[in-house]
């Protein structure tokens, strides 16, 4: 059993392959052995030099509904009216800690990934009303 750390990428192309060719194989087995440590191998690449970003916190409330079916509505009870709700789904609002905690506890969507820092969307409003803000902190020419 000739396995040895993946360094590059070419050895961990060759090692994706060996574990398509492997992947049908029984527990157990030499071959389910060296697809177990294959993987191993292959998903500690990955994580260093692959990693893939925790999602933005409504990316991952709408996967959420979008697997289990749910609407707006269902969210309601965690998140707060169907206003707030709109304001949340829409990036016009960040996620309360409250609200974090009652959609971890209540749906069980990771805490880890409702945390993450999320930009809102900019309103014309506020945008309108930044301007402003700026033209009157402008010192006069």
Do not use: W
């Not at 991952?60 to 269902?74: H, N, P, Q, T, V």
């Not at 805490?111 to 309108?128: D, G, N």
């Amino acid at each position: 059993m000739d396995i040895r750390p993946i360094r590059t990428e070419a050895d961990y192309e060759e090692a994706l392959k060996e574990i398509e060719t492997l992947f049908d194989a029984d527990l157990d087995t030499a071959a389910g052995d060296r697809l177990d440590i294959l993987t191993t191998l292959v998903e500690a690449y990955e994580q260093e030099h692959h990693p893939i970003p925790a999602p933005d916190p409504v990316e991952a409330i709408l996967y959420f509904m979008e697997s289990r079916g749910l609407s707006r509505r269902d969210l309601e009870p965690y998140i707060g009216s169907r206003a707030r709700v709109s304001e949340v789904m829409n990036r016009r609002r960040h996620l309360s800690l409250e609200m974090i905690q009652r959609l971890h506890s209540g749906l069980g969507i990771s805490a880890e990934a409702l945390v993450q820092p999320y930009a809102l969307a900019s309103s014309t409003k506020q945008s309108r009303s930044e301007n402003i803000r700026k033209e009157v902190q402008r010192p006069a020419a």
